[in-house]
């Protein structure tokens, strides 16, 4: 099987070479802990390095603030958005009444645009905002399957996020999304220290220890080689 490279220096280390390609991981962590920056360098450096073309869903924040937060680290998103090697897209929100019966559409929707693009790397950011426009747990479980199991079809590299409540062994918002997905990479912000974890990996035997990383106006660093004890961590 192929290895997508993550584009962040230190994490391949962590994953024998990379993501397999396909695959859907989730990467989730408190807030703040760095899980949007760490995916949208997925597709930044994808997109710039490997000549892969990717699509960022946001269900949070608005493309402008995303597009913002990459001029922070200098990355020419402009240039990539012309070649059509990048595109920001903003997730329909609906009324939380009509949104479960929206949500075909807005799938029909990426897919058209993978198509269109040849993209090969999806990020959703974040799956925890499904609950928000979805009332019953059940409705937010299922949606989280259905929405994973839909692009995993279209046969791109996937990063889900999910935002928990910072505990170190609360791999998600609603103790399903860790299921539908082949990987979960956690991130742990216990200051003054941002930590790395690679909790599981479908058909890779990954790294077992948590790694300090840095996000630095280069981006995101996984020190590969230092080590923060299991402990430290709430
Ligand atoms: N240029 C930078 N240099 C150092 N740290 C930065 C820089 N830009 C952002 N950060 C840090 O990254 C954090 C935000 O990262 P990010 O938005 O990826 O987190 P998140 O996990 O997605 O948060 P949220 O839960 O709000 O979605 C900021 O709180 C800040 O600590
Ligand atoms: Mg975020």
């Known amino acids: 099987m192929k290895r997508i490279p993550s584009g962040i220096p ?3 280390e962590l994953i024998e070479g990379g ?19 760490f995916c949208t360098q997925f597709l930044y450096n994808g997109a710039k390095d490997y000549g892969e073309p990717g699509i960022f869903i946001t269900l949070e924040e ?20 012309t070649e059509k090697k ?21 799938l029909k929707k990426i897919q058209e645009m993978v198509e269109e693009m040849g993209a090969k790397r999806l990020v959703i950011d974040s799956t925890t ?14 949606t989280i399957f259905k929405i994973s199991e839909s692009l995993k079809k279209l046969g791109c590299t996937t990063l889900l996020t999910a935002e928990t409540n910072g505990k170190k062994d609360v791999y ?19 200051p003054p220290n941002r930590s790395i974890f690679v909790r599981k990996m479908r058909g890779t035997n990954h790294d077992k220890r948590v790694h300090p990383f ?18 430290s961590l709430h």
């Open 214 to 231: 840095d996000i630095t106006d280069k981006g995101v660093t996984v020190h590969s080689k230092d080590e923060i004890m299991w402990e």
């Open 172 to 190: 998600s918002a609603f103790g399903v999304e860790e299921f539908a997905v082949d990987g979960i990479v956690m991130l742990y912000f216990v």
């Open 19 to 37: 993501f397999l390609e396909g695959s859907a991981t989730l990467v989730s962590g408190g807030a703040g802990c760095g899980k949007s920056i």
């Open 10 to 12: 230190g994490m391949d």
């Open 86 to 106: 990048l595109k920001i897209y903003r997730f329909g929100m609906y009324d939380p009444a009509v949104f479960a019966n929206k949500i075909d559409d807005e």
């Open 62 to 81: 608005g493309p402008t603030n995303i597009w913002w937060n990459m001029q922070r680290f200098h990355w020419d998103i402009t240039k990539l958005q």
């Open 129 to 142: 905002a499904f609950g928000l426009w979805l009332e019953k747990e059940q409705m937010i479980r299922h």
